[in-house]
């Protein structure tokens, strides 16, 4: 069974950092890439970062949130990771994590966690 559990998320001021966790399981995680989304009240879902299945140098970025997140994984440990330097109002939002049906892409390819909720605001 796919699981995909994300934390990490809070309340921060605008200029803060939070680092998004996501624990996936149930899947062969090092042979998918994987993408963080958000969501905003009243938006589409949209991508705001992808790593290919081996990690590091092959990332890409929205281009609301580039320079500002990274993303990493451990492959070791199953776990997806998002830091988020600079926030801003605009960044508030459900973040959620999902294996990618192909990299760089946005499709995702399992069913969604609950997500964990960001809030940027003074």
């Known amino acids: 069974q796919v699981q995909l559990v994300e934390s990490g998320g809070g309340l921060v001021q605008p200029g803060g950092s939070l680092r998004l966790s996501c624990a996936a399981s149930g899947f062969a995680f090092s042979t998918y890439a994987m993408n963080w989304y958000r969501q905003a009240p009243g938006k589409e879902r949209e991508v705001v970062a992808r790593?290919?299945?081996?990690?590091?140098?092959?990332?890409n970025y929205a281009s609301s949130v580039k320079g500002r997140f990274t993303i990493s994984r451990d492959n070791a440990k199953n776990m997806v990771y998002l830091q988020m330097n600079s926030l801003k109002p605009e960044d508030t939002a459900v973040y959620y994590c999902?294996?990618?049906?192909?990299?760089?892409?946005?499709?995702?390819?399992?069913?969604w966690g609950q997500g964990t909720q960001v809030t940027i605001s003074s």
């Open positions: 790593i290919h299945r081996l990690g590091y140098n092959t990332t």
């Open positions: 999902n294996a990618a049906l192909s990299f760089p892409g946005d499709a995702a390819y399992f069913a």
